[in-house]
């Protein structure tokens, strides 16, 4: 089935510093991906997500593109707030199989 | 906000009772999972539901059933809680397995003692 692996975390950052969280994924087919975050006490979100090899998914100042070639779909955001500490969660899904599979999860920490 | 409500938020129990959690939803989604998460683990899924009386394993199914006699209904029990079973538990709705885009409920943290 499909798998995904992230950096381990926690990782720890000062305002405006450049962030890149890097996951990379197993599967046969052609998965979609996904980053989640998910913020103190509560569920999950979608943050963004890319459907094809070389697509982009951007949202709230954060990037990430799907590389093909690379089985990667690192999470960069160029200068990063105190509000973006939270748990980030690489996922897959579609491919040959179609169950969202998430990664561990890595915990930022952004001091001011 | 995707109209997801998990009761209850925070339960204590002890080894050996049953426990029920319930994920409600007002929006109609026709799939409905659950998740546990864990330290080191990240998410791992337990069950879904393509449908009303139609439902799944996922890679952490055992100890867990569900059942899904409406639509806006998703429960998860547990027969016989285990300290194992100790975890916070999402409940999550979705369009399908492969659009991955779901909508995460708060969460039920559940603790065995």
């Known amino acids: 089935g499909n798998s995904v692996t992230q950096m381990e975390g926690p990782v720890t950052l000062s305002e405006e510093a450049f962030l890149t969280i890097n996951c990379t994924y197993t599967a046969t087919g052609y998965p979609s991906l996904f980053w989640y975050v998910q913020y103190p006490g509560e569920g999950l979100q979608l943050l963004l997500k890319a459907t094809k090899a070389d697509d982009k998914g951007s949202n709230k100042g954060f990037e990430a593109t799907y590389r093909k070639e690379t089985t990667s779909f690192h999470l960069e955001k160029g200068s990063v707030q105190v509000s973006d500490s939270a748990v980030y969660f690489c996922?897959?899904?579609?491919?040959?199989?179609?169950?969202?599979?998430f990664g561990k999860g890595t915990l930022l920490t952004v001091n001011p | 906000d995707a109209g997801i409500t998990q009761s209850p938020r925070h339960k204590v129990t002890e080894t050996g009772t049953p426990v029920t959690l319930r994920c409600h939803q007002t929006e109609n989604h026709r799939y409905m999972y659950w998740y546990r998460q864990d330290p080191g683990h990240g998410l791992r899924l337990i069950h879904y539901?393509?449908?009303?009386?139609?439902?799944d394993k996922g890679e952490v199914s055992d100890g867990y059933s569900v059942s899904r006699s409406k639509t806006e209904d998703f429960l998860l029990t547990l027969e016989s809680a285990t300290s194992s079973q100790t975890s916070v538990y999402f409940c999550?709705?979705?369009?399908?397995?492969?659009?991955?885009?779901?909508?995460f409920g708060e969460g039920s943290r559940l603790t065995v003692l």
């Open positions: 999550a709705l979705g369009e399908g397995l492969d659009t991955g885009e779901l909508f």
């Open positions: 996922a897959t899904s579609g491919g040959s199989n179609y169950k969202l599979t």
């Open positions: 539901s393509y449908g009303v009386k139609d439902t």
